[in-house]
């Protein structure tokens, strides 16, 4: 743990509200709902509330078994699952006229799967009520079961995905019960199970890693099946967590990008305020725009 490195001007995040700010905020509160953007401080919290009008919804509770030192997330016991949350998420997409939901959880080391029965039963929900919605999970590591990755899988998300978080070597520090090679199986084994399936993965930058690393490692996500890539700066939320060891610069986000796109990625959004779900709806409008022009061709 550390004092908070003064962050340079490129991280300057705007803090404009709208009435959209007001709508979402009162949408999850009113149907008991939590949010990572508000759980992890996300820094992109008023850009997407107020100007996108979307949210990231996280179910399972607030509380996460693991206490990863780069995450704000409490950590603790959860309580049992809530097995109405489904459908509130779902109303609360329908009510918000959300586009893309993105779903994410806490990690649920408690429950036999997981919780990916739960994470399957709210894509299924929003589906039965928002039919045009497109719908993309950020799943924990469901403990390296491949059973739990399958019902995942079966429950038909347009997009899949699962954070390596950070490079091998600094695994072990950052990531609390988690494993880098366990990461990257539960990519490889989502793409064997459905190779149609798009599957996403998220990296931060800033805790240590050295630029070799962070090729090696979008390397290895490329060669276990990933299509899409986020790469951002990771930013200290509280003096308890892991101090910034170092900012990337813009200029060094977008020469990853490149390089990461040269690998064979189809979309990569590379930049410091980046997060797992940033611009995610747009990222696969483009996507999906890119593959159909190319079956035009």
């Known amino acids: 743990m550390g004092e908070y490195t003064r962050k340079p001007e490129w991280l ?28 992890a401080r996300c820094p992109n919290l008023h850009e997407c509330w107020s100007h996108h009008r979307t949210a990231t919804f996280m179910i399972l509770g607030d ?41 994410t959880m806490v990690d649920r080391d408690d429950l036999a799967d997981g919780g990916a029965s739960y994470l399957a039963a709210t894509g299924r929900a929003i589906r039965e009520k928002n039919p045009t919605v497109t719908v993309e999970y950020l799943s924990s590591d469901m403990k390296g079961s491949h059973e739990s990755v ?18 091998e070597r600094l695994t072990p520090r950052i990531r609390s019960a988690s494993h880098y090679g366990r990461s990257l199986d539960f990519l490889k084994t989502a793409r064997q199970l459905n190779p149609q399936l798009l599957v996403k993965s998220s990296m931060m930058l800033g805790l240590g890693e050295r630029r070799e690393e962070v090729i090696q490692t979008l390397q290895d996500l490329r060669d276990s099946g990933c299509d899409l890539v986020n790469i951002g700066q990771y930013l200290q939320p509280t003096r308890r967590h892991v101090a910034v060891e170092r900012y990337w610069t813009p200029e ?12 064979g990625f189809e979309h990569v959004e590379s930049g410091p305020l980046v997060r ?22």
């Open 12 to 39: 300057r995040i705007s803090l404009d509200t709208t009435k959209d700010t007001a709508a979402v905020r009162k949408d999850i509160r009113e149907k008991g709902l939590h949010t990572v953007c508000e759980e």
């Open 276 to 297: 797992s779900s940033y611009h995610a709806g747009g990222q696969l409008a483009a996507l999906l725009a890119r593959r159909a022009q190319k079956n035009t061709k």
């Open 63 to 103: 509380t996460c078994t693991r206490s990863c030192r780069f995450c704000a997330v409490k950590t603790g016991r959860p309580d049992a699952p809530d097995e109405q949350e489904a459908q509130r998420v779902a109303a609360s997409i329908h009510d918000l006229g959300i586009a893309h939901a993105v779903i």
């Open 150 to 167: 399958a019902v995942l899988v079966d429950s038909a998300p347009d997009i899949l995905g699962h954070n390596i978080e950070t490079v």
């Open 252 to 263: 060094e986000f977008k020469s990853l990008q490149e390089e990461a796109m040269a690998m």
